[in-house]
């Protein structure tokens, strides 16, 4: 046969049999050039290009599904143009750079520099977001952003940047997630990383943030995970300002903060698990407290003009656990490691009429040298469990000059302190190592102060002292406890049904107070 012959039916059919197959298979994937900045315009150090081009790059982003992949430095300035009031206050209009949509990813190695906003803020209440929302009030308005890679900085090449200019805010988002990040001020310190509200299934993994004002502010949260975040040089941490629910912080490390230097701030909500937390050379590691304008929902509080509520939500059913500290509280009005409840003074009432104040509320397994106190002054079922304190410097106070206070408030603030505070050791503390000042649904068992009263002072210490709540009535169990290696004269255990007089009030304010009785700590290491 002819090698040019026509084919038998036999090898057609094969030939056929062999095409149809072949158009089943998948064909090979066709390649698309990458989604960037650059395709819209963005140029790099081009405020006004490079503002448009990443908001133009995330509309395609959101209507493809495609992620954003972003290279170099870019500059991007917050627009004139508001998205809502923040809060609900008139004077506090959003302002933002790049508005986000549902369904994005941003990717890569972009950097992203502060630009004169187009206006300058009128008020200074005002939020300005780089990357960011409207106030969204319905929750899971917008869902699924993702930022991965990215580095924010604050540093002032471009001018001072607004004092509260955040990397990012969300408002109304579900599942929005921050991976990898950095978030610094290469030049004086600026900048604030996040305010999220009423959103849900938020996840941060590995942020770093260097030289700023504050980390994250948050409220109305449900479902956060953060893991892996990092702090040095910073004013505010986490600070949750508002409630938050079923909460899950671990790996957190804080270092060298500055003025309130302050880590978390816990501001209402429940079900929460913090672990794995270092804190050197900072401010409190974690404050408890009543938000009087905590109210039940974020719709509310947007409509209630900040004002208090007895329906305010207590921070509840929270548990810090695997804590090391050093020299954290050292400085500042208060001076305290950590604290549940509002700071005891006779100008601030703690709660509301008719509130509720914090409960199940858990710290175990806690090591801290030098630093501030450990401060309980409002909370029903307390767990302190394997608490170690060194160095620990006090004010010189009758009733709160302790490594460890707790104390209740008095009738008219109402509250109390209950539960077991247990396994306790302390050593070489400036003051007394324990006052507990509160009823017999305290228990205190496996109490150990060995040194306590070595800084000078008016009032006498002692290794642990109990005195009944202000009404009257019992005072707290105490079982397996010894004291020792108190000045002379001072009482090693000092159980008196007797309240102590009230004391006369001192013409200085707590800050000179705290410098005249204090013993100076080193930066970087703890009191020996």
Request: with cysteine; aromatic share 6%; net charge positive.
């Amino acid at each position: 046969m002819s090698e040019h012959a026509p084919p038998s039916r036999r090898r057609f059919m094969a030939l056929g049999s062999s095409a149809l197959a072949a158009s089943l298979l998948p064909s090979p994937a066709l390649t698309q050039a990458e989604l960037t900045p650059q395709r819209f315009g963005a140029r790099g150090g081009d405020a006004a290009a490079d503002t448009l081009g990443w908001n133009r790059a995330i509309e395609e982003a959101s209507r493809t599904g495609r992620p954003v992949v972003g290279r170099g430095t870019y500059l991007l300035r917050v627009g004139a143009e508001t998205h809502g009031q923040w809060g609900g206050k008139p004077d506090a209009p959003i302002r933002v750079a790049v508005q986000l949509r549902s369904n994005v990813t941003v990717q890569g190695a972009a950097e992203f520099v502060v630009a004169p906003p187009e206006r300058p803020a009128a008020h200074r209440l005002e939020r300005h977001f780089l990357f960011g929302t409207a106030l969204n009030e319905r929750p899971g308005t917008l869902r699924n952003i993702t930022l991965d890679g990215v580095t924010f900085d604050f540093r002032e090449e471009f001018g001072r940047p607004y004092p509260f200019t955040y990397a990012c805010g969300v408002i109304g988002v579900d599942r929005f997630t921050r991976r990898d990040m950095r978030i610094r001020s290469t030049g004086a310190q600026a900048g604030r990383g996040l305010l999220s509200e009423n959103a849900r299934e938020r996840t941060d993994r590995g942020i770093t943030h260097t030289n700023i004002v504050q980390g994250s502010y948050t409220r109305y949260e449900q479902g956060v995970s953060m893991r892996g975040i990092r702090f040095e040089r910073f004013n505010e941490a986490l600070d949750f300002d508002g409630p938050c629910w079923d909460v899950v912080l671990d790996d957190l490390q804080f270092r060298e903060g500055f003025r309130e230097a302050q880590c978390i701030d816990f501001g209402g909500g429940a079900r929460w698990q913090v672990t794995n937390v270092t804190a050197e050379n900072t401010g409190p590691i974690a404050y408890l407290y009543i938000k009087g304008n905590g109210w039940p929902s974020y719709d509310s509080w947007l409509r209630s003009g900040e004002r208090f509520t007895p329906d305010h939500v207590p921070p509840s059913d929270i548990t810090i656990r695997g804590v090391r500290g050093r020299n954290a509280g050292w400085d500042g009005l208060k001076g305290e490691a950590v604290r549940v409840g509002t700071y005891r003074n006779r100008a601030w009432v703690r709660r509301q009429p008719g509130g509720a104040g914090p409960r199940n509320i858990t710290l175990e397994d806690w090591e801290l040298q030098g630093g501030g106190s450990v401060i309980v002054n409002d909370c029903e079922g307390l767990t302190i469990r394997r608490l170690r304190m060194s160095g620990t410097q006090s004010l010189n106070d009758g009733e709160a000059g302790a490594a460890l206070v707790l104390r209740e408030a008095p009738p008219e603030a109402g509250g109390a302190v209950t539960g077991q505070v247990s396994d306790v050791e302390i050593r070489n503390a400036s003051h007394s190592g324990v006052i507990a000042i509160a009823g017999s649904q305290l228990s205190l068992t496996g109490i150990t102060v060995r040194g306590f009263g070595r800084a000078e002072g008016r009032h006498v210490p002692a290794g642990i002292r109990l005195r009944p709540r202000a009404s009257g009535g019992a005072l707290p169990r105490l079982a397996q406890a010894s004291a020792s290696g108190g000045p002379p004269g001072a009482p090693e255990i000092d159980a008196d049904r007797r309240r102590d007089p009230p004391e006369e009030p001192e013409a200085r304010t707590p800050r000179e107070r705290r410098r005249d009785t204090h013993r100076p700590v080193e930066r970087g290491g703890a009191v020996p």
